[in-house]
């Protein structure tokens, strides 16, 4: 059972959020499925995922706790590794609290989060995740988030940092046939020059980018050919529509000035909740889809929740 006591406070520091997005980006591409639901939320909580796991690394580094990294999906991503602790892989299961009210309460009295659910996502369920010895790291990243336009105005007056980015729909980030892309036209309804960078996959199925400075109303073109395009990333606001040709498929594709969505997460503190081990939590809570999480101090918990879990310091100082 975990108490308030075995709770593990971790500073947020923002270049998790950096390291964070670039693993979410190129997890995005590499991903062999569209991720379902609304794409912008999605790649958040991956941000919000890999700050939490790099968090806890350093914790584990500054209270010398031995753990290992090791790719279990090398043909998905050869570049990803995960952490093991005591020769079992973890799988970081972290929801975001990006309610106000909710985290000024819980900086309160922190005991609240105890009788939060303890959920796991669908997709941890999935064949190449399917070791009952795995562990299942519960954690929450306190942040706030911009999902609105006049949130991101707020955040850019504030000179907080964003980053703006476009997921392009299902035909052009997963298409059904292997093909180049071929030749494609770029245009910016823009005043000023404006850099963007085109993601997507490459000939060999591989990660890659392609930076390009768009003049205003002119047509430019990619230097690198892509097979795939999942998203394009903007470093500054944009205020006018850009428009992308494709000569292969003969269509044209509009971005207008609405479409981009900022995921950067402005996190505060992560919270190492408790773990249990991956067979145990089937056998303890057969629901497999995580809750919306936006007020877990209104939501009844449906099974087992955050106190029913172990204790991470007590798991940790048995591997000192």
């Known amino acids: 059972m975990t108490s308030s006591s075995d709770l593990i406070l971790l500073p947020y520091t923002p270049d998790l959020t950096q390291a964070g997005i670039a693993y979410a980006c190129r997890s995005f591409v590499l991903q062999a499925e569209m991720p379902t639901g609304h794409l912008p939320s999605h790649l958040r909580q991956c941000v919000a995922t890999k700050a939490a796991e790099l968090a806890l690394h350093r914790y584990l580094d500054n209270e010398h706790i031995p753990y290992q990294l090791q790719n ?3 043909l998905v991503d050869p570049e990803q590794a995960d952490l093991c602790l005591g020769g079992k892989q ?4 972290c929801s975001i609290i990006s309610s106000k009210t909710e985290i000024r309460q819980l900086r309160v009295d922190p005991t609240l989060i105890l009788s939060y659910p303890a959920k796991v996502p669908r997709y941890t369920f999935t064949p190449e995740r399917s070791h009952d010895d795995n562990l299942f790291m519960f954690c929450f990243v306190t942040s706030l988030v911009t999902r609105r336009p006049s949130e991101l105005a707020r955040a850019r007056l504030a000179e907080q940092p964003f980053y703006l980015l476009h997921p392009f729909p299902k ?3 997963r298409p059904q046939h292997w093909h180049p892309t071929g030749e494609l036209d770029i245009k910016a309804e823009c005043q000023a020059p404006l850099t963007i960078e085109l993601a997507g996959k490459d000939a060999e199925g591989k990660y890659q980018d392609d930076e390009i400075t768009l003049l205003p ?3 430019l073109h990619p230097h690198k050919n ?10 500054e606001q944009v ?3 850009i428009g992308i040709y494709s000569h292969q498929s003969r269509r044209t594709y509009l971005i207008e000035p609405y479409h981009w969505h900022n995921i950067w997460v402005y996190g505060m503190d992560v919270i190492l909740a408790g773990w249990i081990s991956r067979s145990a939590y089937r056998n303890r809570n057969r629901s497999t889809e995580i809750p919306r999480i936006a007020s877990h101090s209104r939501l009844k918990p449906p099974g087992l929740t955050i106190s029913e879990l172990h204790s991470f310091g ?5 591997l000192k």
Not at 90 to 93: Q, V
Not at 227 to 232: D, M
Not at 314 to 318: A, D, G, V
């Open 72 to 74: 279990f999906n090398s």
């Open 90 to 93: 973890c799988e970081i299961i």
């Open 171 to 173: 035909d052009w980030a």
């Open 217 to 219: 109303h002119q047509v």
């Open 226 to 235: 892509f097979y795939t395009l999942a998203y394009v990333h903007s470093t």
């Open 239 to 241: 205020e006018g529509r």
């Open 314 to 318: 007590s798991y940790l100082n048995r």
